[in-house]
C-alpha cells in the first residue's frame, strides 16, 4: 500500500496549501473574483473569459472583479478541485485494499463526503456573495479536511513504536480538551476575518484605548445575516465588530493559558516532551502573528502566515490526540 499512503501525503500537504491559498484569496478580498461557479464567467479560466472581466471593469472599475483577483479564485479552485480528485483516489484505493489497509475505508469515506461538502461550501461563498456563516464553514471544513488527513496519514504510516511512549490515560481528556479549544479559537478567528473585524482594534492589549470598549454582542454573533449587514439589513455598527474582535481576542487568552498548563503536563511525560515543545512553540507563533497583525494594520503576509498557524497548531493537537489514544 506504498502507493496509498504516497497520496495520503500528497493530499495532507496539498491540503496545508489549499486551506491558506483560501485564506490568501480571501485576505486579498478575490473571494468574488469570478462571481459564478466552479468556471470564471462560464470559462475554464480568467484568460478565456478576459472579455467579460473587462466588461464588469468598464462598468465597476472598483469593484470585486479584476484579472488578478479572477486568477486567485480560480487557482485556490483549481488547487482545492486538484486534492479533491486526490481524495477519491485515496477513498478507492482505501476500498480495493481494506484489509490491508490499518483502519479500513470509513476514515477515507468521511474524507470523501466532507471535501464534496466543501465543493458546495465554496460554491455557496460565490453564489451568497460572502455571507459570513457560509465563509466561516467554509475554513472550518478546510480545516476538518486537513485534521482527518493527518489522522489518516499518522494511522496508515503505523511506524510509531508505542514503546517509547509512557501510559497517558491521563492526558486523554487534557489533550480533547485542548483540540476543542483551538477549534473554538480557529472559529472565532474565521468570524473575525469573514466580517471584516480584525482591525476593529488597532491597539494592544487594550482596545479603543480601553479594556473593555462598547461592543453589542447580539448582532456581532447573529449567524443568518449578510456580509456588513445586520438581520435586519441595516449597517453592522463598529460596536459589533469590535465584539467579535473582543471575543476573539479574549479567547487568545485562555487558549494560551490552557494549552500552556498542557505543556508542561507533557514535558513532565516521557516520550512527549518534544510534542510538548511543538506546541509551546506553535503557541507562541501564534500570539505573536496575532499581536503582530492588530499594530501593524493587518498586512496580507502576516494575516496569511497567522492563517497556517492556526492550521499547524491544529495539527498538532491532532497530531497528540491520536498518540494519547493509539497508546
Same mark, same amino acid.
Given at each position: 500500500?506504498?502507493?496509498?499512503r ?22 486579498? &478580498?478575490a ?5 459564478? #461557479? ?12 478576459v ?7 468598464? /462598468?465597476? $472599475? &472598483?469593484?470585486?472583479v ?10 485556490? +479552485? ?13 477513498? /478507492?484505493?482505501?476500498? +480495493? ?9 470509513a476514515? $477515507? ?5 466532507? !471535501?464534496v ?20 464553514a ?10 482527518? =488527513? /493527518? ?17 497517558? &490515560? ?15 479559537q !480557529?472559529?472565532?478567528?474565521?468570524? *473575525? ?17 480601553? #479594556? ?12 443568518? +445575516? ?13 460596536t459589533?465588530?469590535?465584539? !467579535? ?9 485562555i ?8 505543556? =508542561? ?11 510538548? *515543545? %511543538?506546541v509551546? @512553540?506553535?503557541?507562541?507563533?501564534? *500570539?505573536?502573528?496575532? !499581536?503582530?497583525? /492588530?499594530?501593524? @494594520? ?10 497556517a498557524?492556526?492550521?499547524l497548531?491544529? %495539527?498538532?493537537?491532532?497530531a497528540?490526540?491520536?498518540? *494519547?489514544?493509539? +497508546?
Amino acid at each position: 500500500m506504498a502507493t496509498y499512503r504516497n497520496f495520503i501525503l500528497a493530499a495532507l500537504i496539498l491540503a496545508f496549501g489549499v486551506v491558506n491559498l483560501g485564506a490568501y484569496v480571501r485576505l486579498s &478580498d478575490a473571494g468574488l473574483g469570478c462571481p459564478d #461557479w466552479p468556471g470564471c464567467y462560464g470559462k475554464l479560466t480568467p484568460h478565456h473569459a478576459v472579455d467579460a472581466i473587462n466588461a464588469e471593469l468598464a /462598468v465597476r $472599475p &472598483d469593484g470585486p472583479v479584476s484579472h488578478a483577483k479572477a486568477w486567485k479564485e480560480m487557482a485556490h +479552485r483549481y488547487f482545492a478541485g486538484t486534492l479533491g480528485l486526490l481524495v477519491l483516489a485515496i477513498a /478507492v484505493l482505501a476500498w +480495493r485494499g481494506r484489509r490491508e489497509t490499518n483502519g479500513g475505508p470509513a476514515l $477515507p469515506a468521511a474524507l470523501l463526503a466532507l !471535501i464534496v461538502f466543501q465543493a458546495l461550501l465554496g460554491m455557496w461563498t460565490v453564489t451568497l456573495l460572502l455571507k459570513p456563516l457560509i465563509v466561516s464553514a467554509h475554513l472550518l471544513g478546510g480545516m476538518a479536511t486537513l485534521s482527518l =488527513l /493527518v489522522w489518516l496519514w499518522l494511522r496508515e504510516r503505523g511506524r510509531f513504536s508505542h514503546a517509547y511512549f509512557a501510559r497517558v &490515560d491521563h492526558l486523554r481528556r487534557s489533550a480533547a480538551f485542548g483540540l476543542a479549544l483551538v477549534v473554538m479559537q !480557529i472559529a472565532l478567528g474565521g468570524w *473575525v476575518s469573514t466580517n471584516y473585524a480584525a482591525l476593529a482594534c488597532t491597539d494592544y492589549p487594550l482596545c479603543q484605548g480601553m #479594556w473593555m470598549p462598547p461592543m453589542d454582542f447580539e448582532h456581532a454573533f447573529t449567524l443568518h +445575516r449578510e456580509l456588513g449587514e445586520t438581520a435586519s439589513g441595516e449597517l453592522l455598527p463598529l460596536t459589533a465588530l469590535t465584539a !467579535i474582535h473582543w471575543t476573539h481576542r479574549t479567547m487568545a487568552l485562555i487558549v494560551v493559558a490552557y494549552l500552556g498548563w498542557l505543556v =508542561l503536563r507533557l514535558l513532565r511525560t516521557p516520550g512527549y516532551a518534544g510534542m510538548g *515543545v %511543538a506546541v509551546a @512553540g506553535l503557541l507562541a507563533l501564534q *500570539v505573536a502573528l496575532g !499581536i503582530a497583525n /492588530v499594530l501593524l @494594520g493587518l498586512p496580507l503576509a502576516i494575516a496569511v502566515s497567522h492563517n497556517a498557524g492556526a492550521a499547524l497548531l491544529l %495539527a498538532s493537537l491532532v497530531a497528540l490526540n491520536y498518540r *494519547v489514544r493509539r +497508546r
